[in-house]
């Protein structure tokens, strides 16, 4: 698929991976819509930021994990822009505790936000897709729902249903010309790891990520851009994790 002049929705898209992607797929010659809770001067930077690459942007405000803000946000992107070509679910957050203590509300917030988010957003976007005989849809999971992560039952459990929400729904669309993927980065500086401590920081870079250093966003933008231009990939996981989930030791 050629980027040039299609529409593409990011969920999440004023933030972090988010933002990046909304960016490069914007220098890639696509007309963007962000997703984001907040209509912050860093929003509304990144939204200028696309407009002085000559590119269309609209910028949405929602909480996709309401379904009917979902419903709307994809609705919303294709009266302002003319259509969805590209979607890119990116929204999401930490969820953290153990099976025994995490709180039940955070277990459903998980799904809402992850899953939950990515069926509605999917079933309104996807006849736009129809229409034109093209599309693509993608993913943002997680390493943490490739392998076992302690103490974040919650998001590692809605994490790994992404993986395979993607193949199931790449081989539903697949005589449509709808491409699925779905990718699982690993540590990538965000806010989402503001919490970290140095003390982790160190251990990460020294033992636990055989490339010895942190993703970007950009990083994780460029493969996501990737999936969305090829038009021989559908189905699949790519993970970015510097090699952090495929070690032994």
């Given at each position: 698929m050629k980027l040039d002049g299609k529409v593409c929705l990011i969920t999440g898209g004023t933030k972090g991976i988010g933002a990046a992607t909304a960016l490069e797929l914007a220098r890639q010659g696509a007309h963007v819509a962000i997703n984001g809770?907040?209509?912050d001067d860093e929003a509304r930077a990144l939204k200028a930021g696309i407009e002085a690459l000559g590119r269309n942007c609209h910028l949405h405000i929602a909480d996709v994990s309401v379904p009917e803000q979902a419903v709307e946000c994809v609705e919303a992107t294709a009266r302002?822009?003319?259509?969805?070509?590209?979607?890119?679910?990116?929204?999401?957050g930490p969820a953290p505790?153990?099976?025994?203590?995490?709180?039940?509300?955070?277990?459903?917030?998980a799904f809402d936000i992850h899953?939950?988010?990515?069926?509605?957003?999917?079933?309104?976007?996807?006849?736009?897709?129809?229409k034109r005989r093209e599309g693509a849809i993608v993913f943002v999971s997680s390493v943490a729902g490739v392998r076992g992560c302690p103490g974040a039952i919650a998001y590692g459990v809605a994490?790994?249903?992404?993986p395979q929400f993607a193949r199931s729904l790449a081989r539903d669309l697949a005589d449509d010309n709808i491409r699925v993927n779905c990718v699982s980065p690993?540590?990538?500086?965000?806010?989402?790891?503001?919490?970290?401590?140095?003390?982790?920081?160190?251990?990460?870079?020294?033992?636990?990520?055989?490339?010895?250093?942190?993703?970007?966003?950009?990083?994780?933008?460029?493969?996501?851009?990737?999936l969305a231009a090829n038009d021989f990939i559908t189905g699949e996981n790519l993970v970015i994790d510097g090699g952090m989930s495929m070690r032994i030791v």
């Open positions: 809770r907040a209509a302002a822009l003319g259509g969805v070509d590209v979607l890119v679910h990116s929204a999401g505790g153990t099976l025994l203590d995490v709180k039940p509300e955070d277990w459903y917030r899953i939950h988010a990515a069926f509605h957003l999917c079933r309104t976007a996807i006849p736009w897709m129809k994490k790994g249903a992404l690993g540590i990538i500086r965000t806010r989402f790891h503001a919490a970290m401590t140095p003390e982790q920081a160190k251990l990460n870079l020294e033992k636990r990520i055989p490339l010895h250093r942190e993703g970007t966003p950009e990083d994780v933008a460029a493969v996501i851009a990737m």
